[in-house]
């Protein structure tokens, strides 16, 4: 009966172990055994098979295989065998399993034993390793939180203990579609512990969590411990998003940036789940941490108890998701903040960058997002072509452009006018003061269009003729005039024509004093 006790106690705390099968068995596996006690432990290989949703789950992935029990046959063969688990003989130090086992029955009312029992086959015995939850990923390798995670969470960092792992290489065992791995191991019950632990041994995937695997299947209350075990990898491909509400900006324009992802799938096996976003905005914008948003699956996170910020140097944040271990997996993750555009400082266009990088758990994903901010020059000159400086001129987005911050320049000793900091679209340049001893009434004015950073057309506005039209490319240098008085005035296009309707206006006004004046003379 005891022994009876010990398969049944086995059997069950297989069903929640994932991928271990332990019960009473016809199999003959027997054929490579070594004596244990009353029993042999058999040595015959066995398959573990990982499979995952994504090839890069696999690519490159190491594993550390610690063997913590070995498979007892007991009895001849054929009807009469049956099989037991005792610690296996590679492990070192049995502490780390006691204090696995001691922080798996926490809550209970079983106690560790110190007699020199084997510490595995009372834990699976007495049922310690069962969960009082169920899960469907029993099937998988992995399972909810529990006695059965505690245990595998502190053995996991104590596998100094557990002897020299095998590195299982499941990189270079992959199927062709990439989506499973076999590797062959003595049959027994393994811990599985990413190689590079805690970093992990695969940059585009998640660590994998710590499992525990045994070997063989039980059907119908018997067991074949040779059987192929089955685990999905639980870990996850790791992807971030960035947008930004405009690719184009003008200073003093405030944009909006979205981080999108999704919660991670397994974050309920681990005792602490790091997620993190660190966001690195550039030169050129001031971040409003007032304005950030955290939503998952459209509802709205609480700063402090969700999700904390922490503020670095030079603009620098993160923003820890503290809660994300009691999200639902694949729900949309998205993070929203506020940034003024301030560059102004740049000759030529100037690509204001933010990057965030995603930490899932070890992992790492990146996006980055461009804003480009432009500006333009032109000259301003007398009726000769002769520079002139102290000419004052104002800017106004026209359309869906808008208006810089900056939105004055005066030109220099050189003529040079130059307008900074500008979105691609179309501005209304105004003459607002000319140089002394200019006519104050005869002032420019046109538009520019901005593609790219650049100035690519011109299109005078003013009456005078002061600003031409002009489409243009590469170094070419746009002139304004200023002129002291009308004859000064270009005689073509529309100023030409308004100078000589004023001419034609002033010669009738003076022809009709004359008449007028005649006329009193006569009378």
Known sequence: MKMRKLFAGIAAAATLLGGMALGATSAQAGDAATTAGS?????NDAKFKFTAQDAKQLTNRKLNAYKIADYVQYGTGGDDAAYGVQTASTVTDNSGI?????????????????????????ALAEGVLDTTESSKDTATGAWKNGASRKFVETLK???????????????????????SATVTLPAGLYLFVDADYPAGTNENATPSIAILVGSGNVKNGVLNPLTEATVDIKNQTTTVSKTVSAATASVGQTVTYTITSKVPQNTQYYSDYVYTYTDTPSAGQTVNLNSLKVKVANAELKKNTDYTVTEG????????????MQRNAGDEIVVTYDAEVTEAEATGSKAVTNTVVLSDNGAE???????????????????????????????????????????TATSDSNGTVTFKGLADGTYKVTETNVPA????????????????GKAVKYAGVDIWGLAPSAEVSGNYTYKVKNVKNVAQLPLTGAAGTTLFTVVALLVAGAGVAVALKSRQRMH
Do not use: C, H, Y
């Not at 001893?437 to 790219?452: C, G, M």
């Open 98 to 122: 006691k204090a696995a086992l001691k922080a798996a029955v926490v809550g209970t009312n079983k106690t560790v034993p110190t007699d020199g029992s084997d510490l595995m086959a009372w």
């Open 157 to 179: 960092t104590r596998t100094n203990m557990l002897g020299d792992p095998t590195v299982v290489d499941l990189g270079k065992n992959l199927a062709k579609d990439g989506l």
């Open 313 to 324: 140097e030079n603009g620098k944040f993160t923003v820890n998701i503290t809660s994300i």
């Open 39 to 43: 029993g042999t432990i058999v040595n």
């Open 437 to 452: 001893d200019f006519q104050e009434n005869l002032k420019a004015a046109f538009t520019v269009t901005i593609a790219n």
């Open 365 to 407: 994903a990146v996006d980055r997002t461009i804003i480009t901010n432009g500006q333009f020059s032109f000259t301003k000159t007398d009726a000769q072509g002769k520079a002139l400086a102290d000419a004052k001129f104002e800017i106004e987005g026209q359309g869906d452009a808008s208006t810089p911050s900056i939105a």
